[in-house]
C-alpha cells in the first residue's frame, strides 16, 4: 500500500500534469474542428485526476487537502465541457458543464472551507461563480441567474472588506455586466423558450407540403457564425445580449423540459444528500438524464465579440473552407455603420484615412477586372464601386479605415451558400451582394436603418438599452412586439400573452403553407425553407415587416423597414390579406391597434 506521502505527491504529480495540458487547450483557436483530439486528452487527464482523488480522499485529506481543491478540480472539467460546447454547439457538452458546476454548488465546494483570507482560494472562488454564471444563462435557468449574480455580488462585497489591499474593480464590473443583463433580459415575460421547440414551432397544417416541397437544390443549415460591435452594448463576459438571443434561436429545445429536472439533492441522480461529508462524489451521467437524444445536433455556432475585421473574416474563411457543398452557412452581423466619407474626413487620423483611400482604391481597382458581372440591375442594385461604400464600422470610435466591414469583403465567400442577416443602420449597403455572387445566391435579411419606439430614443440608446430591436423579432418576435408598444410584464396578463401566441403561430402555420406551396418561391429561399432554423426567421421577418409597415407614423416609413434579398413572393408581403389581417388580429387582441394603420382589403 502506498504510503501518505506518495498518495499525495501522486495526487499533486497528476494536478500539474493535468493543469498543462488545460494550458494548451486554452490557448488553441476557439474554431475549427481539428483540435477534438486535445480535448481528448485533456479530458482523459481530468478524469484519472478526478478518479485519484475520489478513490484515495480521506487520505488526501488527511494530508493538507483542502475542499476548495476539489471544487477546483471539477470547475476546470466544467470548464472544459463549456469550451468544448462553445466549439461545436452540442447539448450534451453544456448539460455536462452545468452538471458539474451545480454540484460545486450544491456542496459548498468553496464555501465551507475556512479561507477567509486565502486570496487565492478567494479568487478561484470568484471565477467559479462567473464561470457557472455564464453557463446557466446559456441554460437559461433563470432562476439559478438570478441566485448567482447574488452570491456573487455578496462575494465581491465581502472581499473588498476582507482583502482592502487588493483592488476588486474589475469584479465589482463583471457584477455590473450580469445585473444589466439581467434587467435588460428579464424586461417581459418570454412564455417560450427562444430555442426551437418542435412542440410548439413546427404547425401539423403544413407538414403534408413541407414533405412534398422540393427545390433544384436543398440545402442543410450546419454551420453559423455570430458577431456584435456596438458602444456600450448589453454584454456578460464575451456573449451580447443580441448573439445571445441569435445563439438561443438557433438551437433545439429539449422536449424532456431540462428545467423540470429532479432536485439535485435526490440520491436518484447519483448525488450524496450530505454535503459536510468530503465525498466529491458527481455523477458525469447525469446530463443524460436532461438532453434529448430525439434531436438532430444543435447548428455549429462560432460567436465572435467584438471582433477586428481581420479576424472575423479569418474565421469566415476557415468555417467556408470546412463547409460541405450540400450546407448553407448563416452569418449574423450587428454593428454600428457609417459612409466611407466619414472616414476620410477625421483629421486626427490622417495617416490611417490615406491608408484606407490607397486600399481602396487597390480594391475597386481588383473588383473591375474581376469576371462578375458588376452593371446596375433593373432591380436597383448600385455600381461595384458601392461595394467599398457604406460598411459596418467594427472597432473603437476614432479608429482607422481597417475596422470598416464593406459589403465587397464578403464577396469572395459567396462561392458557398450564404444566408446573411445584417442588423445595422447601414444594413441596405449589403444588399449589392445580390447579384455579385460568386457562385452561390445570398439569401439576405437586413434589419431597418431606425428602431421603431413610442419614445424614439436614439439607435445607439436602444441598442445599449435592450438589445437590437430587429434581432428581438426574429428571435422573440411577441415580445418585441409589446416591447415596441410599452406594454409591460404586468400588462396584459399571462393569459393574454398564451392568446397572443397562439394567435401568431395559427398566422405562422398559415404563412408557412403559403411559401410551401408557392410556384414564384424565389430558388434562393426555396433551397432553405426545409430548414426549420431558417424557415423560422423567415416567417418571423414576414411578420416584423408588416409590424413595422403598419405602424402608424408622422414621417417616411421607408427607413424604420426592414428589406429582404431577394424578394419573397407578394403573397407574404407586409400589406397581403394573411399577412396584414394576423397583425390586426394581434393588436385588437392586445388593445393596441390605435397604433397601427391597416389598409382595407
Not at 54 to 72: F, P
Request: aromatic share 10%; net charge neutral; proline share 5%.
Amino acid at each position: 500500500m502506498a504510503s501518505e506521502e506518495d498518495v499525495s505527491s501522486n495526487f499533486r504529480a497528476l494536478v500539474e500534469n493535468a493543469d498543462r495540458k488545460f494550458a494548451r487547450v486554452r490557448d488553441l483557436p476557439a474554431f475549427g474542428r481539428a483540435q477534438s483530439h486535445y480535448f481528448h486528452k485533456v479530458f482523459k487527464a481530468y478524469m484519472k485526476l478526478w478518479n485519484y482523488q475520489q478513490s484515495h480522499r480521506s487520505r488526501l485529506v488527511e494530508s493538507g487537502l483542502n475542499r476548495w481543491e476539489i471544487g477546483e478540480i471539477a470547475s476546470r472539467i466544467g470548464q472544459l465541457y463549456f469550451s468544448q460546447y462553445m466549439r461545436t454547439s452540442e447539448a450534451r457538452f453544456l448539460l455536462e458543464s452545468y452538471v458539474f458546476y451545480e454540484a460545486i454548488l450544491k456542496r459548498r465546494y468553496f464555501e465551507e472551507e475556512p479561507h477567509g483570507k486565502d486570496l487565492n482560494a478567494r479568487s478561484k472562488e470568484l471565477r467559479f461563480y462567473a464561470r457557472f454564471l455564464l453557463v446557466a444563462l446559456i441554460v437559461d435557468r433563470r432562476e439559478m441567474v438570478l441566485h448567482l449574480a447574488e452570491k456573487l455580488r455578496a462575494l465581491v462585497d465581502d472581499s473588498k472588506s476582507n482583502f482592502r489591499e487588493t483592488n476588486f474593480k474589475e469584479w465589482r464590473l463583471v457584477v455590473q455586466e450580469i445585473t444589466r443583463f439581467t434587467k435588460a433580459d428579464t424586461n417581459l415575460t418570454y412564455v417560450r423558450p427562444l430555442r426551437y421547440c418542435a412542440m410548439l414551432d413546427s404547425y401539423p397544417a403544413s407538414q403534408t407540403y413541407l414533405a412534398r416541397f422540393h427545390a433544384k437544390k436543398l440545402f442543410k443549415f450546419r454551420d453559423a457564425l455570430l458577431a456584435s460591435y456596438h458602444r456600450n452594448e448589453v454584454k456578460y463576459a464575451e456573449v451580447t445580449l443580441d448573439t445571445y438571443r441569435m445563439m438561443q434561436c438557433l438551437e433545439w429545445e429539449p422536449s424532456g423540459s431540462f428545467y423540470q429536472k429532479r432536485p439535485v439533492e435526490t440520491k436518484e441522480n447519483g448525488f450524496v444528500v450530505d454535503h459536510t461529508l468530503t465525498s466529491g462524489i458527481i455523477d458525469m451521467k447525469l446530463a443524460a438524464d436532461m438532453a434529448d437524444p430525439s434531436l438532430p445536433p444543435n447548428p455549429r455556432k462560432a460567436l465572435l465579440y467584438r471582433p477586428t475585421v481581420s479576424h472575423l473574416l479569418a474565421v469566415l474563411a476557415m468555417i467556408c473552407d470546412e463547409l460541405s457543398p450540400e450546407c448553407v452557412m448563416l452569418i449574423y452581423l450587428s454593428a454600428s455603420g457609417g459612409p466611407a466619407r466619414d472616414n476620410v474626413a477625421q483629421p486626427e487620423n490622417s495617416v490611417g484615412s490615406s491608408r484606407t483611400s490607397k486600399s481602396k482604391l487597390l480594391a475597386r481597382a481588383s473588383q473591375e477586372q474581376k469576371s462578375y458581372k458588376s452593371e446596375p440591375h433593373s432591380n436597383g442594385h448600385k455600381p461595384s464601386g458601392d461595394y467599398y461604400n457604406d460598411y459596418l464600422w467594427l472597432g473603437p470610435r476614432g479608429g482607422s479605415g481597417s475596422n470598416n466591414l464593406y459589403p465587397g469583403d464578403l464577396i469572395p465567400f459567396t462561392r458557398k451558400p450564404l444566408f446573411l442577416i445584417i442588423d445595422s443602420d447601414t444594413s441596405r449597403a449589403f444588399k449589392v451582394l445580390n447579384g455579385a455572387e460568386r457562385g452561390e445566391p445570398v439569401a439576405l435579411l437586413l434589419s431597418p436603418l431606425k428602431p421603431s419606439l413610442l419614445e424614439n430614443p436614439s439607435a445607439d440608446d436602444t441598442a445599449a438599452l435592450n438589445g437590437s430591436q430587429f434581432t428581438f423579432f426574429l428571435t422573440a418576435p411577441l415580445q418585441a412586439f409589446c416591447q415596441m408598444l410599452g406594454l409591460s410584464n404586468s400588462d396584459p396578463e399571462l393569459e393574454v400573452y398564451d392568446e397572443a401566441e397562439s394567435i401568431l403561430s395559427a398566422s405562422f402555420s398559415e404563412w408557412e403553407t403559403i411559401l410551401l406551396t408557392s410556384k414564384v418561391l424565389n430558388l434562393v429561399w426555396a433551397q432553405v425553407l426545409p430548414d426549420q432554423f431558417l424557415r423560422r426567421l423567415i416567417l418571423r421577418f414576414i411578420f416584423c415587416r408588416s409590424v413595422l409597415t403598419s405602424l402608424s407614423r408622422t414621417e417616411d416609413h421607408d427607413p424604420y423597414l426592414p428589406q429582404c434579398h431577394p424578394d419573397l413572393p407578394e403573397s407574404v408581403s407586409a400589406g397581403s390579406k394573411p399577412v396584414q389581417s394576423a397583425v390586426q388580429r394581434l393588436a385588437d387582441h392586445l388593445g393596441v391597434s390605435k397604433s397601427f394603420h391597416f389598409n382595407k382589403t
